[in-house]
Nanobody, 126 residues
């Protein structure tokens, strides 16, 4: 059974930082695109950042460019999202996902993933 488990969420003040991690089990992440998605309160889930294997092509949603960094370690079956200069609008549940056969942009923009984690809450508030 393919599983993704997120960790690292929490409450942080505006301007603060958090690092989210996601560990895959039941499959090797090497052949999958990996990504992070945000579901803000009362809104649809949206792609934040996605990364391919190999050369590691990356996609970032415009509002997080320069603030968030995605990385992966296939030896550990993990994908990480470093978030800096957090803003209240970054609040939401963050989901990790894995997919195949898409580009990183397709995965993030159209939410094309076949395995999803349960999510971790991020709250940015003063």
């Amino acid at each position: 059974q393919r599983l993704l488990v997120e960790s690292g969420g929490g409450v942080v003040q505006p301007g603060g930082s958090l690092t989210l991690s996601c560990t895959a089990s039941g499959f090797s992440s090497t052949n999958y695109l990996l990504g992070w998605f945000q579901q803000a309160p009362g809104q649809e889930r949206e792609g934040i950042s996605c990364i391919s294997g190999g050369v590691g092509h990356r996609y970032y949603r415009g509002s997080v460019k320069g603030r968030f960094t995605i990385s992966r370690d296939d030896a550990k079956n993990t994908v990480t999202l470093e978030m800096k200069n957090l803003k209240p609008e970054d609040t939401g549940v963050y989901y990790c996902a894995a997919g195949q056969y898409e580009t990183v942009e397709q995965m993030c923009v159209y939410l094309r993933a076949n395995t999803w984690g349960q999510g971790t809450q991020v709250t940015v508030s003063s």
